[in-house]
């Protein structure tokens, strides 16, 4: 693990040695919910924020943007202290969820708004805006109002328009959950792209892994208000360390006591694993790695082997995912025709047996 | 269904919508406790108006509505209630915002405070701005003794009078819109750069600019009928104070030909009115 949790540390975390890029702890009190994060990225580096719904991801991105007062903590971009200081006086860009493109101006005078409020003159903020709109392909609709822009393309005005302050920091909040899956394609690839144009340091919140991981170089997971996990994508997607994490990578994840190639699980029973730890661990194996019996097995090729019962099947992809109750719950993925000889059904009970070759066991 | 379709096209242009609808075979199945009352509720509402129409002179109306005086009573009524208009729209709209945006204790008490000139009669509001402005007045007396300004009795005390009453409805219009209007345009708006007025002025104001067009209307209407604060408050002088509610008055009792005639202006004026707010108000349910 150390191997790998180091270079998940080289990559980027920390603002460089002359303060440049982000360095917050942002903590806000909300009534019962406390937000308490820090976060720390380079400029150039795309952070984003993962979480469940109401984990506090869309609060952190306000209290960045200044919408909202920190209670405690610090912020510091660049090196300037922004804490205390008004939204509009602060070098932050944000694309807001549906956008809020202001129904009343052209996409032109949308993006123009801001050079104009930074100073610049009426003709000079409109040759800024054409510009960016000719950036993101947008030339052709720079006159139309933003109800007679496509998703995708209302997308780009609202980055046009963040991007056309020249901010030191971009938030993004939930970029693509306003489009449909077929844009969200489209627009996830074109946001990489100026995404990784972009010098400066920029956050984005999201609910979606794969946008998280396609989008960000580096994953900050929050959940109830509290940084559970950071790491690059890769790193987090092979050591989850929640069971929101790994339900969302797909993963069966247990916590346990590792003694050599065993691990006693806090759930109950004992898992043989390929590694050789001590101490807490995390245990993890995907769900394709279990295999399915209808009687005990007799070989002793398999050590982990749990009596099950089938609470629930779904399809996945082309496959039926398994949740099991029992010794050990675990999802397991079969074919088809597997599930069918198996005659499975809720309530049926089965057999599960995981190789210790398929498991993967970290420290805690 | 094309029988109810046609009669129904014919009430669309009464009630400015098609959800209306109303075949008369709807009316089959209505209970006749309601139908009753509710035709007489009818009558009551809209014979007067019919009677004002089938007595009005209309062989002599242009000799009447031509007349110096209606004119004059006319002239001061339009540029009264469109000056108290002004007033109501520099000083209400950022009444309204602090209403709806501004966060400070006290607000909802603020709000029910606002709104008592819409449910005082017109009379005690114009009772009470002569204890405010008038000579000698908390306020008056010192407009009186700085700027040699006085209200009562005059042109500026009709606009004032009318403003105190027609404002609320400028108010509540607004505010009512800026409580359904995204505050996070504003946010947007700040996060670009623009300070809180700037959002408001480039950002806000035209969003809401429906919603203050119509309350404007109100409020000029009701300016414009403003009787009771009016003459408590700034008298009955014509050419100088006396609007057209105020001159219908009069007429009344000395020539009700000429009062009939006024009447039917301002009837006409108030037909406009409901024309031009139609789409907003009668659709709206």
Same mark, same amino acid.
């Given at each position: 693990?150390?191997?790998? @949790? ?5 990559d ?18 909300? +009534? ?5 994060a820090t !976060? ?13 719904? +109401?984990?506090?991801k869309?609060?952190?991105l306000?209290?960045l ?5 920190l ?8 090196g ?5 200081m ?11 969820q ?8 052209? #996409? !032109? ?10 100073g610049?003159t009426?003709?000079?903020? %409109? ?10 392909g ?8 933003? &109800? &007679?822009?496509?998703g ?8 046009? &328009? =963040? ?7 971009? *938030? ?11 844009? &969200? ?11 990784a ?11 979606d892994p ?7 170089d580096? *994953?900050i997971?929050i @959940?109830?208000?509290?940084?559970v996990?950071e ?21 069966n994840?247990?916590p346990?006591?590792?003694?050599g ?6 759930? +109950? ?15 993890t194996?995907?769900?394709s #790695? ?27 992809g082309?496959?039926i995912?398994?949740?099991l109750?029992?010794?050990l ?10 599930? #069918? ?11 599960a047996?995981?190789? =210790? ?5 970290y420290?805690a | 269904?094309?029988d109810v ?5 014919a009430?669309?242009?009464?009630t ?8 008369? #075979?709807? !009316? ?37 509505l031509?007349?110096?005086?209606v004119?004059?009573? *006319? ?19 950022p ?19 606002v ?6 009669p ?6 009470a701005l002569?204890?405010?402005l ?5 306020v ?14 005059t ?31 504003? @946010? ?8 809180r ?5 480039r ?10 067009a ?8 009701r ?6 604060a ?18 219908v ?10 009062a ?17 707010l139609?789409? %907003?108000?009668?659709t709206?349910?």
């Open positions: 693990m150390t191997q790998i @949790e180091k270079t998940a540390h080289d980027g975390a920390a603002p460089t040695p002359t303060g440049e890029g982000l360095d917050a702890r942002l903590v806000v009190q909300r +009534g019962r919910f406390r937000l308490d !976060l720390k990225a380079a400029p150039g580096d795309v952070v984003a924020l993962l979480g469940p719904n +109401g984990a506090g869309t609060t952190a306000r209290a943007a200044g919408l909202i007062p209670t405690e903590g610090h912020l510091r971009l660049d300037d202290s922004l804490e205390g008004p939204p509009e006086a602060r070098p932050v860009g944000v694309v807001f549906d956008y809020l493109l202001f129904p009343h101006l052209t #996409a !032109l005078d949308n993006v123009a708004f801001g050079p104009r409020c930074h610049a009426k003709a000079e903020s %409109r040759a800024q805006a054409t510009e960016w709109l000719e950036r993101m947008l030339a052709e609709h720079a006159g139309a109002k933003p &109800r &007679r822009l496509s995708g393309q209302a997308q780009r005005v609202a980055l046009a &328009r =963040a991007l056309a302050t020249h901010p030191r920091l971009l *938030l993004l909040d939930e970029p693509l959950a306003a489009l449909d899956a077929r844009t &969200r394609l489209d627009v996830r690839a074109q946001l990489r792209r100026h995404l144009d972009f010098e400066a340091v920029a956050v984005l919140v999201t609910h794969l946008d998280a991981m396609v989008l960000a580096r *994953l997971v @959940e109830e208000g509290r940084v996990q790491g690059t994508p890769g790193d987090i997607a092979r050591h989850p360390r929640t069971d929101y994490i790994a339900h969302l990578v797909g993963l994840l247990y346990g006591q590792a003694e190639h065993t691990v006693r699980l806090d759930a +109950g029973p004992a898992i043989t694993t390929a590694e050789e730890l001590t101490g807490p661990v995390f245990v194996f995907p769900p #790695a279990v295999t399915l019996h209808r009687d005990r097995p007799t070989g002793a090729s398999a050590r982990n082997l749990w009596h099950c019962e089938v609470a629930g099947l779904e399809t996945h082309d496959q995912r398994a949740a109750t029992g010794e719950p675990l999802t397991a993925d079969l074919t088809t025709i597997a599930a #069918a000889e198996l005659g499975l059904h809720p309530g049926a009970a089965v057999w047996t995981v190789k =210790a070759a398929q498991t993967h066991a420290p | 269904m094309t379709d046609k009669s129904g096209a009430a669309d242009t009464l400015g919508g098609p959800r209306r609808r109303r075949g008369p #075979a709807r !009316l089959r199945g209505v209970p006749l406790p309601l139908l009753v009352p509710g035709l007489v509720g009818l009558a009551f509402l809209v014979l007067p108006l019919i009677a004002l129409l089938v007595r009005a002179p209309w062989r002599s109306l242009p000799d009447l031509t007349s110096t005086e004119w004059q009573a *006319l002239q001061l009524s339009l540029v009264c209630a469109t000056a108290a208009t002004v007033v109501s729209l520099v000083l209400g709209v009444l309204a915002w602090l209403l709806a945006r501004a966060d400070f204790p006290g607000r909802g008490f603020l709000r029910a405070l709104t008592l000139p819409l449910v005082l017109p009379v005690v509001g114009g009772v002569l204890m405010a008038g000579r000698n007045g908390v008056g007396k010192w407009l009186d003794a700085w700027f040699g300004v006085t209200l009562p009795f042109t500026a005390g009709v606009v004032v009078a009318e403003a105190f009453v027609a404002m609320p409805f400028l108010v509540i219009s607004v505010e009512g819109t800026l409580r359904a209007a995204d505050p996070r345009y504003e @946010e947007a708006a700040t996060t670009l750069g623009a300070s007025f700037t959002a408001f002025r950002v806000t104001l035209p969003l809401i600019a429906p919603g203050i119509a309350g404007a209307v109100l409020a000029w209407a300016a414009l009928g403003e009787f009771g009016t003459i408590t408050f700034a008298g009955n002088f014509p050419g100088r104070t006396q609007t057209m509610p105020l001159a008055y009069l007429a009344l009792q000395s020539d009700p030909e000429a009939i005639a006024l009447s039917l202006v301002l009837l006409a004026v108030s037909i406009a009115v409901l024309a031009g139609r789409d %907003r108000w009668m709206a349910s």
